[in-house]
């Protein structure tokens, strides 16, 4: 198991950037699927972005695609959502997850993740 520590959040102006961090702490990061999630008031849990098993592979949601970028620094055991043109439909707390992984393969179902981190809320003004 990891433990899973986000920051990064905050309130901003729809065309701003934010970048989140999630700092691990317990095993090799790089032996997980990384991703974020976001959920925003009323709706469902989506997730937003995810980095394979060595990140080989990512994934983006087409409502991120072109704005956001999963990264990784291995060093420091963390995974960073770099946001740039948010929109106010971005608004949402911000989770990030993991779990094992080989591969290539992405999960996609929050379902199957086993680790979460608290959530940083993002929130983007008019």
């Known amino acids: 198991q990891v433990q899973l520590v986000e920051s990064g959040g905050g309130l901003v102006q729809a065309g701003d950037s934010l970048r989140l961090s999630c700092a691990a702490s317990g095993r090799t990061f790089s032996d997980y699927v990384r991703a974020w999630f976001r959920q925003a008031p009323g709706k469902e849990r989506e997730i937003v972005a995810a980095i394979s098993w060595g990140g080989g592979r990512t994934y983006y949601a087409d409502s991120v695609k072109g704005r956001f970028t999963i990264s990784t620094d291995n060093a420091k055991n963390t995974v960073y959502l770099q946001m740039n043109s948010l929109k106010t439909e971005d608004t949402a707390v911000y989770y990030c997850?993991?779990?094992?992984?080989?591969?290539?393969?992405?999960?996609?179902?929050?379902?199957?993740?086993?680790?979460w981190g608290q959530g940083t809320q993002v929130t983007v003004s008019s």
């Open positions: 997850a993991a779990r094992l992984g080989r591969g290539y393969y992405i999960y996609m179902n929050q379902k199957e993740y086993d680790n």
